[in-house]
């Protein structure tokens, strides 16, 4: 591998690990919002968390947990996409 191309994977690496730190940074976010939601939930009269106000905040909490999931699945690929660019620019 020549230099240019080394210079240009090195470059797209370290864009890489700044997408995945904003990432991790969503991720805290909607971690953060996903446990106020749950504990707004919890804090529901029994009687709200069986009817619709509380159908609809358990809809949340479920699509916040899959986006979190999916989010999660995302950080750990950019993860092994960094680790392969690493050993591309060590040959």
């Known amino acids: 591998m020549n230099n240019n191309r080394r210079k240009s994977i090195t470059d797209l690496k370290s864009r890489i690990e700044t997408l995945k730190s904003q990432i991790e940074e969503i991720k805290d976010e909607l971690e953060s919002i996903q446990d106020e939601e749950q504990e707004a939930y919890e804090n529901m009269p029994e009687s709200f968390q069986d009817g619709e106000k509380g159908e609809k ?15 999660e699945t995302v950080n750990d690929e950019l993860a092994d996409a ?6 591309a620019v060590e040959k």
Do not use: K, P, R, V
């Open 57 to 71: 905040a358990q809809a949340c909490i479920d699509a916040i947990s899959d986006a979190f999931y999916n989010i």
């Open 82 to 87: 960094i680790e392969s660019l690493e050993t």
